[in-house]
């Protein structure tokens, strides 16, 4: 029996259990996804505005911070840098001092050397013209010539140019010139002077106000809306002090405040102008016997014995003991110290250099050293006019000798000597054979004597006009030059060989002339007139080299500067919804910096440099800031209401926030 269900029970229930959701119409859901989408992108533009804004608030900070470092290196670079003006200044005007007595005292040193040696050379033409025994001596006499024409001729169109051609040395030396209209100064070195002195004076004036105002430019140009360096007006400790203060830089190179151990000068630290003191070491050395070429001489020295000042060079060998003996050698050096010297001492080194090596017959360096020397001791000494001797020679020998003989002043008589050094002596055939002499007729020397010297009482022949000859010998144990070789005797001593010497003396005039007056450049009435240094005020403190640091005395309290820097702090996306609780409202800066000098500590160096340090002792800034004197002294460059609203915001953090932020 097949059993039955019941069927449409059975369907019923199959669909019951199979049924399937059915989706809703598409009108039934609009705008949920929208919903969702749109408050995605809002929280996506917020984290971008987010970003955006921390990014600008993160780079106002930079920008500030490098503002900050401007203002403070700007501000105390104009000081360092008015320092260094002024340094450059005083260092001008001592050289353009020490050139006063250089340059008047050229026209009268020319013009007695040139007047002196066109009368030497003119005296040799005239010997020469008139006729000498042999020709080694007229050979000798040319060449002394030959020399004193071309130191003439060099001297020539100076002369002619400095007091011959109407241009007047007066109107770039003198002080005061008779005739010129308006006050002094008249000579263009000492307006030169003068003008350096009032550009040092309107440098230190100014330099405060307008470092304030390079700080202030230079913050602005970095996006500051207030920018300025603590203290607002920046100070110069510097005084102007005297004439008399430019003595010691132009005559020693020695500033005047260098009592101060770190105050050494220009002079000494930059230029190394520095004469240098030695103490020789020696050690006992026994002298070696004659060596190949020149060996040991002894015996005459010839019948006359001029003592004067000579140039040129000896035809005479060598002077050794005749026997050898202990002497001492150096070998080594120890440096004592050193002096300093100034631009006065500078340029007459160089002058006399100069006249060493192309002037050498005459006495050019002599006279101008002395009539400078004058010149310069006018400067700050006494006022009575000093004289100098002005030479004029007398050539002609008989006219010379009856002037001295009437008892005429001779200052100085000139001779000039032509020498051979003979193995053979003159009456000899082989006299003046080859490789048998030695002459000095190449460079004869020139002697002046002082005083009145008659040849005729040397007691030697007169062998033309004016030319006396003198021979003597000597003896010599060997002389390569003239073909004497080393001998010995027997026993193995060198034999003392002969040596003949002819000296033939010219003579070349006598000095009579008289006494001239050194003028004066320096002609002033009032030394308060005349320009000025400004050197550091010491009074303010001075630099402690115990304590190097900024941090410390003068260095701090005169040379160490704050920058401040700040600018509104809006954000730059949404301002209203991304604002500050901050009551300043901006992002403010600081950056500290200092002026120094490493070579020497005054304003003679001009070495004043500046650099950025770690901000420090912050307190001591809120009471310099607060001390400061109003912002209206300061032309319009900084906004009083932002020095008071700066001043406010600085003064509400308390020192562990300050030294979390300058440390961070």
């Known amino acids: 029996m097949i059993n039955c269900w019941n069927k449409p029970d059975f369907m019923h229930q199959v669909k019951r259990r199979t049924t399937i959701p059915v989706a809703k119409a598409p009108h039934q859901q609009a705008g949920q996804v929208m919903v969702m989408l749109l408050l995605g992108i809002a929280l996506l533009a917020g984290l971008v505005f987010y970003v955006v804004n921390?990014?600008?608030?993160?780079?106002?900070?930079?920008?500030?911070?490098?503002?900050?470092?401007?203002?403070?290196?700007?501000?105390?670079?104009?000081?360092?840098?008015?320092?260094?003006?002024?340094?450059?200044?005083?260092?001008?005007?001592?050289?353009?001092?020490?050139?006063?007595?250089?340059?008047?005292?050229?026209?009268?040193?020319?013009?007695?050397?040139h007047e002196e040696v066109s009368a030497w050379h003119d005296c040799l033409e005239q010997q020469i013209r008139r006729g000498v025994p042999d020709q080694w001596l007229r050979d000798g006499l040319e060449s002394l010539r030959q020399r004193m024409a071309r130191q003439r001729d060099i001297l020539a169109p100076i002369d002619e140019f400095l007091n011959n051609s109407g241009f007047d040395m007066a109107t770039l030396t003198n002080w005061a010139i008779r005739g010129v209209p308006g006050p002094p100064p008249h000579g263009k070195l000492w307006q030169a002077a003068q003008a350096l002195d009032e550009f040092s004076q309107a440098t230190a004036l100014s330099a405060g106000i307008l470092s304030q105002a390079n700080a202030v430019r230079y913050g602005h140009l970095d996006y500051a809306q207030t920018a300025f360096i603590v203290p607002l007006v920046p100070e110069l400790p510097a005084k102007r002090t005297s004439f008399a203060d430019f003595k010691k830089p132009v005559i020693n190179?020695?500033?005047?405040?260098?009592?101060?151990?770190q105050r050494l000068g220009p002079y000494d630290r930059l230029f190394k102008w520095r004469n240098y003191h030695y103490r020789g070491i020696y050690e006992r050395d026994r002298l070696v016997p004659g060596t190949p070429g020149h060996g040991r001489v002894r015996g005459g020295r010839?019948?006359?014995?001029?003592?004067?000042?000579?140039?040129?060079?000896s035809a005479r060998g060598y002077y050794r003991s005749s026997e050898p003996h202990w002497t001492y050698r150096r070998v080594g050096t120890i440096l004592l110290g050193y002096s300093v010297y100034g631009p006065f001492e500078w340029m007459m080194r160089r002058i006399r250099y100069y006249a060493w090596r192309e002037l050498r017959d005459t006495?050019?360096?002599?006279?101008?050293?002395?009539?400078?020397?004058?010149?310069?001791?006018?400067?700050?000494?006494?006022?009575?006019?000093?004289?100098?001797?002005?030479?004029?020679?007398?050539?002609?020998?008989?006219?010379?000798?009856?002037?001295?003989?009437?008892?005429?002043?001779?200052?100085?008589?000139?001779?000039?000597?032509?020498?051979?050094?003979?193995?053979?002596?003159?009456?000899?055939p082989q006299w003046l054979s080859r490789g048998s002499y030695v002459t000095n007729g190449r460079y004869p020397i020139a002697i002046w004597a002082n005083g009145w010297v008659d040849p005729a009482e040397w007691n030697i022949p007169k062998i033309a006009d004016y030319v006396w000859e003198d021979q003597y010998t000597y003896e010599t144990t060997e002389d390569w030059s003239?073909?004497?070789?080393?001998?010995?005797?027997?026993?193995g001593r060198p034999i003392w060989q002969t040596v003949y010497m002819v000296a033939q003396y010219v003579f070349g005039g006598i000095d009579v002339g008289g006494e001239v007056v050194v003028s004066d450049p320096a002609n002033y009435t009032d030394i308060s007139e005349l320009p000025a240094p400004i050197l550091l005020d010491t009074s303010y403190g001075d630099y402690d080299m115990s304590q190097p640091g900024h941090d410390f005395g003068v260095r701090r309290d005169i040379f160490t500067y704050l920058?401040?820097?700040?600018?509104?702090?809006?954000?730059?996306?949404?301002?209203?919804?991304?604002?500050?609780?901050?009551?300043?409202?901006?992002?403010?800066?600081?950056?500290q910096s200092e002026i120094f000098n490493t070579t020497s500590w005054d304003l003679w160096t001009q070495d004043w440099k500046v650099k950025l340090v770690p901000v420090s002792r912050w307190n001591d800034w809120l009471v310099r800031l607060d001390e400061q004197a109003d912002a209206g002294e300061m032309a319009g460059l900084i906004e009083p209401d932002e020095i008071t609203r700066i001043q406010e915001y600085l003064h509400r953090f308390d020192s562990a926030m300050i030294a979390e932020m300058l440390h961070h």
Not at 87 to 106: E, F, K, S, W, Y
């Open 54 to 113: 921390v990014g600008d608030q993160i780079n106002r900070r930079v920008v500030m911070q490098n503002a900050a470092d401007s203002v403070a290196i700007s501000g105390a670079a104009w000081m360092a840098r008015s320092m260094n003006i002024i340094a450059m200044n005083n260092v001008a005007q001592t050289r353009l001092i020490a050139l006063v007595p250089h340059l008047d005292a050229l026209p009268l040193a020319t013009k007695m050397a």
């Open 253 to 261: 190179g020695i500033i005047p405040d260098r009592q101060y151990p």
């Open 302 to 313: 010839g019948h006359v014995d001029i003592r004067g000042r000579r140039h040129g060079r």
């Open 363 to 428: 006495y050019f360096s002599t006279y101008y050293s002395q009539i400078a020397g004058i010149k310069l001791g006018y400067i700050w000494g006494s006022k009575q006019l000093k004289q100098v001797h002005y030479p004029r020679w007398i050539t002609d020998y008989p006219t010379a000798r009856q002037l001295a003989q009437s008892g005429a002043r001779v200052t100085r008589t000139m001779f000039y000597l032509v020498e051979i050094r003979s193995r053979y002596p003159k009456n000899s």
């Open 482 to 491: 003239i073909g004497i070789r080393k001998k010995v005797d027997a026993s």
């Open 563 to 591: 920058g401040i820097a700040s600018r509104e702090n809006t954000a730059a996306v949404w301002a209203s919804r991304f604002g500050s609780g901050n009551p300043f409202n901006g992002v403010l800066a600081v950056s």
